[in-house]
């Protein structure tokens, strides 16, 4: 699959996954609210298995996203930050407007993303709340890194 790749005067949104930072993913990851203690084994799986994205200051990885898909119908946009020093400056929102840019991403029926407090963020780049949440169901394992 070609590369994705976009910028905007020092920042730059890239799917070339040699360009990662794995430490620096895992490192955020296992502190956030929705994957603390997550085994950094775990965190390249995932990436290894989606559409993974960096978000890149002046050639600096400051951000991460991913996206679960099967390229056709569905996307499911998972693990987005900025670390917390570059929180702030708009920089999730333009990451957040670009990667609904992907070329192979274009046409697909749905996208859907599970956010506890971040609403107004993803709002600015056109996400809106489920239309019919009662059709969806979950099995959620909150806590299960935590377990280990």
């Not at 070609?2 to 430490?23: A, C, H, M, N, P």
């Not at 609210?33 to 002046?58: D, Q, R």
Request: hydrophobic share 40%.
């Amino acid at each position: 699959m070609k590369v994705f790749e976009i910028q905007s005067d020092q920042l730059e949104l890239s799917s070339d996954k040699s360009k990662l930072d794995i430490d620096f993913i895992h490192k955020n990851l296992t502190t956030s609210y929705w994957s603390e203690g997550i085994p950094k084994e775990t965190v390249e799986k995932a990436i290894k298995n989606s559409y993974a994205l960096g978000l890149y200051l002046e050639g600096k990885q400051i951000g991460f996203c991913r996206i679960i898909t099967d390229y056709s119908t569905f996307a499911y946009l998972a693990d987005v930050f900025v670390s917390p020093k570059y929180q702030g400056n708009g920089y999730a929102v333009w990451m957040t407007e670009q990667l609904l840019q992907i070329p192979e991403l274009q046409g697909l029926r749905r996208w859907i993303l599970a956010t506890r407090d971040a609403h107004s963020l993803y709002e600015k780049s056109g996400w809106v709340p489920l239309e019919n949440p009662q059709f969806f169901m979950e099995i959620a394992k909150r806590d299960i890194y935590l377990k280990n």
